[in-house]
């Protein structure tokens, strides 16, 4: 059985000394699609889009993690999103692009902790010690896709489609509170 996931309601999912699962709050959430000379772009976004995936750029608020040779997520707060639209409307005529609002799809997961890495590896069949902290990455959790963003040595953010997330909230539970036990035996 799933847990039962609200896109609205943040709430901690599991939270263990080697482990800590919450869903966070949402956020705005804009898909790019874009080829060409990405300059007007950059000027209406005030950032550097980066073209090499796997990679992102942040100013202030507004982050763009590159997720295919022509693709981006945009995050931002949810009240920035239409601020953000109307700057990139405003670039159309100096490069055709495509924005779609992608807020109300997904929820995010944040996964922080000592055994943060570990967590990822009982879904994900990436290696999780070759991400570096910065990158993101689109791939598989169990079998949902989901997008995986490396913040720090321990802390993961993971981007899924709401229709995943229950499933996927479950397995981390699960596996939040196996790591727990394993480090009590071996404590």
Known sequence: MSISISPLNPTVIGDTAAVRVAQMAPVGRLSLRARGDLAALNG???LTLPTKIGTRATA???SAACLGPDEWVLTMPEG?????EAALAGAYDALPHSVTNIS??????????PMAETLMTIGCPRDMA????GAVRRTLFDTATVVL?????????????????GFVAQTLETGCRELAADMARAG
């Open 80 to 84: 920035d999103v239409a601020g953000v």
């Open 149 to 165: 963003w490396r913040d720090g040595a321990d802390a993961f953010r993971m981007d899924v489609w709401n229709s995943f997330a």
């Open 104 to 113: 109300a799809r997904e929820v995010t997961f944040e996964i922080t902790g």
């Open 60 to 62: 202030g608020d507004l």
């Open 44 to 46: 209406a976004l005030g």
């Open 130 to 133: 070759s991400m570096g902290e």
